[in-house]
């Protein structure tokens, strides 16, 4: 296919989708949605060079900062224990635009209620300036509602067991064109017929219940019901995925550790995951989507049988 007809044929899935209400972008990737909107809108709109980053639940941005820093772009950082009203509030008139999220991508712990979203984007629209929302798309915000101002952008995405590509929705107010939009792979997956393993239900865990992590660190808070967060003390979350794998107790896609990933990404998680900064929190951390317990009803004794199997191996080794 000729790059001729790609970009005829990511105009057409884009103007498919869009109304005269609610426009709309596809992307393979939320990294590449993020990279185009921000870039394009720094291009398109020079007169304001400043932009502002609420790094709290999402990694997404820590790969376009220092992209920024090297541009000398000013970035405007909301401080982890400060009022998100009174950032808003002191953010400079030159400022381009705002990333955010309102969920955190690892544990699904719900950030911003409904009502604070709908606040920050009328708080920013009516300030001028974009409002760039990074949007778990098991939320089921009124997106029609949000759009109301005029300036909000929501990044759709289905997280960690869903599809790597993502829909951004926006008003006619972002008129600066797509910057990398048409060079992407034209392999887009219908969303009219979105990922199976998205379940709206709870899924209730009962022995595995004191390895809940909103047990452990944040009971009090709402969370996504796509995925179930363990730590498992301990025991390594790299191991108890392996083994559950091995036994095929689980697939992969539908389990992952933050043990499994390199120092190098780990890293940074203390700059959008406050409770990270606990060594034993990656080390011991499991998430496995609520799908996987509907597919295997026994799944919850497995993983209590393989923690019980790793508790015995360590023994072993240490005596």
């Not at 790094?55 to 220092?66: A, C, K, Y």
């Not at 600066?176 to 393993?197: H, S, V």
């Not at 409770?275 to 004794?301: D, H, M, R, T």
Request: with cysteine; proline share 3%.
């Amino acid at each position: 296919m000729s790059h001729f007809e790609t970009a005829d044929q990511y105009f057409k899935l884009n103007q498919k989708f869009s109304t005269d209400m609610m426009k709309t972008r596809f992307y393979t990737t939320l990294p590449l949605a993020v990279y185009d909107i921000s870039f394009s809108l720094l291009q398109f709109l020079s007169h304001k060079p400043k932009v502002a980053i609420i790094r709290q639940g999402v990694s997404v941005f820590e790969s376009v900062i220092p992209i920024f820093l090297r541009q000398q772009t000013p970035i405007q950082f909301k401080a982890a224990n400060q009022n998100i009203n009174d950032f808003l509030t002191q953010i400079d008139k030159e400022t381009n635009f705002v990333l955010w999220s309102a969920e955190n991508e690892i544990t699904g712990e719900i950030i911003y209620s409904e009502s604070q979203c709908h606040e920050i984007h009328k708080i920013l629209s009516e300030k001028k300036i974009f409002s760039i929302q990074i949007l778990h798309t098991q939320r089921g915000l009124n997106k029609a509602e949000i759009l109301k101002n005029n300036f909000a952008i929501l990044i759709e995405r289905q997280g960690l067991f869903g599809l790597s590509q993502v829909q951004i929705y926006f008003t006619e107010k972002l008129k600066a064109p797509t910057l990398i939009g048409a060079f992407q792979k034209n392999n887009f997956q219908n969303p009219e017929y979105p990922a199976a393993d998205n379940p709206a239900a709870e899924v209730e865990l009962k022995i595995l219940l004191n390895f809940q992590y909103e047990k452990l660190f944040q009971a009090t808070i709402s969370y996504l019901q796509d995925r179930k967060v363990f730590i498992f003390k301990n025991c390594a979350g790299q191991m108890m995925m392996q083994k559950l794998i091995e036994r095929k107790s689980i697939t992969p896609e539908m389990i992952f550790a933050t043990s499994a990933l390199s120092t190098w990404v780990l890293d940074t998680f203390k700059n959008w995951w406050i409770e990270s900064e606990k060594p034993s929190l990656l080390l011991n951390l499991v998430v496995i989507s609520s799908q996987a317990f509907k597919l295997n009803l026994n799944l919850e004794s497995e993983i209590l049988d393989v923690y019980k199997e790793i508790q015995i191996e360590t023994s072993w080794a240490i005596g």
